[in-house]
């Protein structure tokens, strides 16, 4: 399907790309948890505020999904 942009976030694969990816990314996400857990808590504040965030914003886009909408990114109507 090329390298256009348009293209590919219209593709109805991305959702299970997006998918296998946010596994991969869920893992290491337990994985600084664990480590994060092994060192006191008043310390490391930025790196746990920063697993927080990010897992949260993963959380809200597996929720969403990646399927396409009917639009793509930058509010440009796909092809067709």
């Known amino acids: 399907k090329g390298d ?6 219209l593709d109805p694969a991305l959702d299970r ?7 991969l990314a869920e893992k290491h996400f337990a994985a ?4 994060l857990r092994t060192r006191p808590r008043g310390l490391l504040i930025a790196p746990r ?15 969403q999904g990646w399927a396409p909408q009917g639009r ?9």
Request: glycine share 18%; aromatic share 2%; charged share 15%.
């Open 4 to 9: 256009d942009p348009r293209m590919v976030a």
């Open 17 to 23: 790309a997006g998918r296998q990816v946010a596994a």
């Open 32 to 35: 600084a948890a664990a480590l």
């Open 49 to 63: 505020l920063m697993l927080e965030g990010y897992r949260g914003l993963l959380a809200r886009m597996l929720r």
């Open 72 to 80: 793509c990114a930058g509010g440009l109507a796909g092809p067709g």
